[in-house]
């Protein structure tokens, strides 16, 4: 069995070699470093993958969060709400421009942004939500434009996990995560469902006036060279990366299906384990289920995350680095209690959802290039483990 990995780029690599290197060379050939052509194909390839109007690139998704709310003129003072449970990124760019962050608790079954607990934290001041789709799942964006558009506040989907995603409406049509939004970002980090070599990020909007702010703020809030019209940053994907996720990008849903089939494979395994809880998968094409089906494309399975009921959590962590399968607790400590982001405007009741998950849930090895005798291997020790 080959060693299994959290994350496996280098079987990745192998597979799609000669048209990455292809592609790499092709920007060596150029020279052309920043802003290159292959920079602009890039992004012409993922608007037209996306199905949205425009597609910004940037350095990194932490930057493209930045820049997105910086674009939508956002002030100091203006309270923009988002899941408690989730990377810093979020609202660390929020703390970083001088808004409030407002934290709410998470739904159980999907981890993703609680609709109650958002209506609940809406105020005069609130002014944006930033939705994360979290592990690659879309969440419940028919309920959170609906509160958006009653309320006047920008939606910013956070889609660094969960490009590739469909959401379907409760009317049956579809869009792409990250596209439903005022405006979506994404992460090309090589970890992520789509990862360049080194860090990337984008930015999505269908509105052509803030397109244009935002390729502005990017470049220093230049609109013609050497004039500044606005504060900016410098925040670009180099064409090196850009040549990476143009020959990556055709591979985009394969990838999302290979992480799915993982996944059911998981499911399947655990199924019924009184001790396991696998993840929910919720779509408006199906009723609820805890089955991957076919037709359960709202999911790209960034991470495969399971809540272990029994209290055992961390001795299955410790378990299993024995046995040499890696896993990984996205994320240990809710963002509410993080020394940075303490805020006494803040109830521990407000948040039971996510105190409970840090301490059940437990990530396992997902990527493109899991083996069935690896992921045998994988269920059958966590298996054991309970049954010994
Ligand atoms: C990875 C990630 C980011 C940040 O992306 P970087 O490219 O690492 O800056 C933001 N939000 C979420 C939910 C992420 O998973």
New binding site residues.
Partial sequence: MKKIQMVDLQSQYQQIKETVDASIQEVLNTSSYINGPLVHEFQKDLEDYLGVKHVIPCA????A?QIAMMGLGLEQGDEVITADF??A??VEVIALLKLTPVLVDVEADTFNIDIEALKKAITPKTKAIVP?H?FGQVANMDAVMEIAKQHNLFVIE?N??AIGANYTFKDGTQKKAGTIGNVGTT???PS?NLGCYG?G?AIFTNDDTLAHTLRGIVNHGMYERYYHDVVGVNSRLDAIQAGVLKAKLPNLDAYCNSRRNAARFYNNAFANNPNIITPTTKSNKTANCNQICDVCDCHVFHQYTLQITNGQRDELHKHLLTKEIPNAIYYPVALHSQKAYKDERYNESDFPVTNELIKTVISLPMHTELEEDQLQFITKTIIDFFNK
Avoid: C, H
């Fill in positions: 990194n998704g932490t930057d969060l989730t990377f990124a979020t994360v979290l956070d660094a996990q992460s090309f980090f992520k860090d990020g």
